[in-house]
């Protein structure tokens, strides 16, 4: 059986490993002039490969039945498991995955490794362009070159992040193909404020609580280090919700962050010790009265308008409002959310529905994991279930 892969990122490089496995000749274009660029950059450098946490709240798409039944088919623990086999012992942080060595460029090297040791053949600098689909078959083109496949899979990713080869073109070859794409927008992205000047806070960093309202709903609220910047907001609990954030803006809902910059104190508690402090204080300007609680920048945004009572300046502290324009942008995304649609894949095996012999795994379909491996994750479950799917002669 020959099996073409498009795409040599995680997912085509485990779709690799598990065809391989059962005797199949599998071929992997890669338009990059190596496989995994991306790999090479997930979680600065150091590779979040997954998370213990496997809550399906973590994953976002169209259906999340269909990632639950992905991720109970190939697990986290699978996924350790398998890496382990591979020679990579983990590191547990706080559920977070990564290699001991922390180098995501050790990940990649046993990938290649072992796709070497199982005859895959990775052929780099192939931009796949087009496939034809027969009665038995498909032959795929690239720019210079066709290749014949008994089945193929497509594990192209999206249009996400600035790394070289991102785009959605294997997006576009499934809807040539006849599949339903979900528009792509940035997602794990920071995000852009509305209206105001935001350059005052730019560069202050802060421990806090990122709350989403769509239409007044509260739908989310995330916890960690709040990155302050020019035109918004960034970091972890930011990323977290930009995910249903661009949803929302892209339908035109109004879209609001509140930002709680002092969460070990309830509303009370603050306002009770900031009254406390003028009090005990007389004649303390209100910029004083926050010296020591935050940082010089953000005392100027606080206070920069008229002066408040401890009651008015407590509200602001714990529900700061960042009403939401948009994403920075999609090469500052880390993963896109949209793709194939689900209900034209099974989420047994990642064949579609609609044509017998083509399977997706990774990015490229409408499943997008929250940061913290989740992404790596859906990687390695759906590449590993299309591979072995891909590779049984009686399968579809
Ligand atoms: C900065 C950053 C940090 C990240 N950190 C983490 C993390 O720590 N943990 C985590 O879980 N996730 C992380 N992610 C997300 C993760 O990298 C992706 O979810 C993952 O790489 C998706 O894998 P994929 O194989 O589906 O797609 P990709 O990694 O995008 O691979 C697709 C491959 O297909 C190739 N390709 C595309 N079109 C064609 C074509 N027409 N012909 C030939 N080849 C083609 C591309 O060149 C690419 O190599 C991070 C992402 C970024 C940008």
């Known amino acids: 059986m020959d099996i073409c892969i498009v795409g040599g990122g995680p997912a ?23 496989p995994g660029k991306k790999l090479l950059v997930t979680g600065n450098g150091k590779c979040n490969i997954t998370n213990t946490d496997q809550d399906i709240r973590h994953y976002h798409g169209g259906d999340p039945l269909f990632a639950e039944v992905v991720l ?19 590191k547990n942080r706080n559920g977070w995955i990564y290699p001991y060595c922390e180098q995501a460029q050790a990940v990649l090297k046993l990938l290649e490794d072992e796709a070497r040791r199982r005859k895959v053949r990775i052929k780099t600098r192939e931009h796949v362009t087009g496939v034809d689909r027969f009665e038995k078959g498909f032959t795929v083109h690239t720019e210079g070159w066709q290749y ?31 599949h339903s794409i979900v528009p792509p927008l940035p997602a794990l992205v920071p995000l852009r404020g509305r209206g105001k000047a935001y350059s005052q806070w730019a560069g202050v960093r802060m421990d806090g609580m990122v709350t989403l309202y769509i239409n007044d709903k509260e739908c989310r609220r995330e916890m960690g280090e709040i990155q302050f910047t020019e035109y918004g907001v960034s970091g972890i609990p930011v990323f977290q919700v930009s ?41 303390l300007t209100d910029q004083e009265l926050f010296v020591g609680l935050l940082p010089d920048k953000m005392i100027r945004v606080i206070t920069g308008k008229s002066p408040r009572t401890p009651e008015a300046y407590a509200k602001l502290l714990k529900a700061y409002p960042v009403p939401v324009k948009g994403a920075h942008s999609l090469e500052r995304a ?48 759906t590449g590993a279930l299309a591979g072995r799917a891909a590779s049984h002669r009686d399968n579809s």
């Open 12 to 34: 085509g490089l485990m779709a690799a490993l598990w065809a391989a496995k059962n005797g199949s000749r599998v071929t992997v274009l890669e338009q990059n002039d190596r």
């Open 72 to 90: 109970q088919r190939f697990t986290a623990q699978k996924t350790i498991g398998f890496f382990t086999k591979l020679g990579i012992f983990t």
């Open 148 to 178: 014949p496949a008994d089945r193929i899979i497509l594990c192209g990713g999206g249009p996400a992040s600035s790394v070289q080869g991102s785009s959605a073109d294997t997006m576009e070859l499934a809807a040539r193909l006849g």
């Open 243 to 283: 995910i249903d954030a661009i949803r929302a803006v892209q339908k035109g809902h109004h879209v609001l962050l509140t930002l709680d910059l002092l969460p070990e104190f309830t509303d009370d508690e603050l306002e009770a010790f900031l009254a406390d402090r003028k009090d005990a204080r007389r004649g």
């Open 334 to 381: 880390q993963v896109c959310s949209g793709g194939v649609s689900l209900s034209e894949v099974n989420p047994m095996t990642m064949e579609s529905r609609l044509v017998p012999g083509l399977y997706f795994a990774g990015e490229i379909l409408d499943v997008c994991g929250d940061c913290g491996g989740y992404n790596l994750q859906w990687a390695w479950s």
